[in-house]
């Protein structure tokens, strides 16, 4: 179940762009990345507990996985580096308060 983390998440998203306001004041950004499944050890992880769960092999649950993802494929950890890295330069001294998400278009909507 994912409720619990969602849960929070939205929590830390809500509380980010509240404090994004207070600060801003002070030439603080505050911003949040959220990224989709991302190619990690973590993702191998959960593809295991969650094709046991299904009864389903590791291999079926990643091609379920991927072909649920928009543009066909995990993040590549490097893609969050490089929106961080964006967001903490001047190029970006404009955005505060924003979620950028980086899930291949995955997310359905709010």
């Known amino acids: 179940m994912f409720l619990p983390g969602g849960t929070t998440n939205a929590a830390l998203l809500n509380f980010s762009k509240g404090f994004s306001k207070e600060l801003a004041k002070y030439g603080i950004r505050i911003n949040s990345v959220s990224p989709g499944l991302t190619a990690t050890e973590r993702a191998e992880v959960l593809a295991l507990q969650q094709a046991e769960a299904k009864g389903i092999s590791v291999e079926q649950y990643k091609a379920e996985s991927t072909a649920a993802i928009p543009l066909g494929g995990l993040v590549d950890p490097q893609e ?3 929106i961080v890295l964006f967001l903490a330069s001047d190029r ?3 955005i505060t308060g924003a979620e950028i998400l ?3 278009g995955q997310q359905p909507g709010v």
């Open 102 to 104: 980086v899930d291949g």
């Open 92 to 94: 970006a001294k404009s």
């Open 80 to 82: 969050i580096a490089d």
